[in-house]
């Protein structure tokens, strides 16, 4: 895990699903903070799950 974003809140729209959630997980490597937005909740859990 990277320190790059450390400290930092980002929000990815469509965070669960697809590139979205590629996006939110690379985030998540580099240090950050993920609020995501999502339509379906089991895609959520298994996101959140990976955190």
Do not use: P
Request: aromatic share 8%; glycine share 16%; no cysteine.
């Amino acid at each position: 895990m990277s320190d790059k974003f450390e400290g930092k809140v980002v929000l990815v729209a469509g965070g669960t699903g697809g590139l979205g959630r590629a996006v939110s997980l690379a985030f998540l490597e580099e240090g950050a903070k993920v609020v995501a937005t999502y339509r379906k909740q089991e895609e959520f859990d298994a996101l959140k799950g990976r955190a």
